[in-house]
């Protein structure tokens, strides 16, 4: 099956600092990555679609400054979070769909970010 | 607006029966997925249902009502393992991936 690899798996920093994550389809071209941040015991939120070669699409909430995302390959997308604060910290998931239009999605192994 | 509900938690003994229930409202819809979530990891896919009907996999069953907007999962000889939360998807008309909050099962010995 497809796989999505995320790096990096767990980072920890300072606050006001920014943190690059990196979602990367291995074996299949992704258009289309999805961002997801998980906060402990919730489910999954939607923070935004990130689409190859355009600006992304955020979801409501959801500041396009704070959060940056690129997808400058049909292999790569990134988010970076800027200046990060410890209300930032959360599990962030990728995901990109497969190549039918209601197929399942493949998900990277998430990264656990801790803001002190 | 949209909205899908399903069990916050429920509890179950190993080597029994359960089942997770999914109620869906969306604009369209375009087939469901059930996934599962260990602490700390990623959700990985179980099923995916778009016509009604019953659609076994092994120890893992799910089952569709569209008229009903009506799935559920059901997992068989459960094992420890199983114990993780169950994620209900929908798939809108924009096939926009709509999720519910998860059902956090506990299996007990």
């Known amino acids: 099956g497809a796989v999505v690899s995320q790096h990096p798996s767990r980072v920890i ?15 299949f071209q992704a258009t289309t990555m999805f961002w997801y941040r998980q906060f402990p015991k919730q489910s999954l939120m939607l ?6 070669g355009s600006k992304a699409t955020y979801e409501q909430g959801v500041e396009k400054d704070k959060f940056l995302i690129n997808h400058a390959s049909l292999t790569l997308s990134t988010l970076t ?3 990060a604060h410890p209300e930032d910290s959360s599990f962030y998931i990728c995901s990109a769909p497969g190549l039918a239009e209601a197929s ?13 | ?22 109620t869906y409202q969306t604009s369209g819809f375009n087939g469901l997925f059930w996934y599962q979530q260990h602490a700390g990891e990623a959700p990985t896919f179980l099923s995916y249902n778009v016509l009604d009907g019953l659609e076994e996999k092994g120890r893992f069953s799910s089952f569709l009502s569209r ?12 094992q420890m393992k199983d114990s993780a939360s169950y994620l209900c998807a929908v798939t809108d008309s924009n096939y926009q991936l709509i999720w519910g909050a998860g059902t956090k099962l506990i299996i007990k010995p």
Not at chain 1, 13 to 18: A, D, E, L
Not at chain 1, 109 to 114: F, I, K, S
Not at chain 2, 3 to 8: K, V, Y
Request: glycine share 8%.
């Open chain 1, 104 to 116: 399942e999605q493949f998900f990277g192994p998430g990264t656990r970010l801790t803001v002190l």
């Open chain 2, 67 to 78: 008229s009903k907007g009506y799935s559920y999962l059901l997992l068989k000889e459960l």
């Open chain 1, 13 to 27: 920093c300072k606050s006001g600092t920014s943190v690059k994550i990196e979602c990367r389809s291995l074996d």
């Open chain 2, 1 to 22: 607006g949209q909205n899908i509900d399903q069990p916050t938690e429920m509890t179950a003994t190993e080597g029994a029966i359960v089942q997770i229930n999914c």
């Open chain 1, 47 to 52: 923070m935004a679609t990130s689409n190859e």
């Open chain 1, 81 to 83: 979070v800027t200046s």
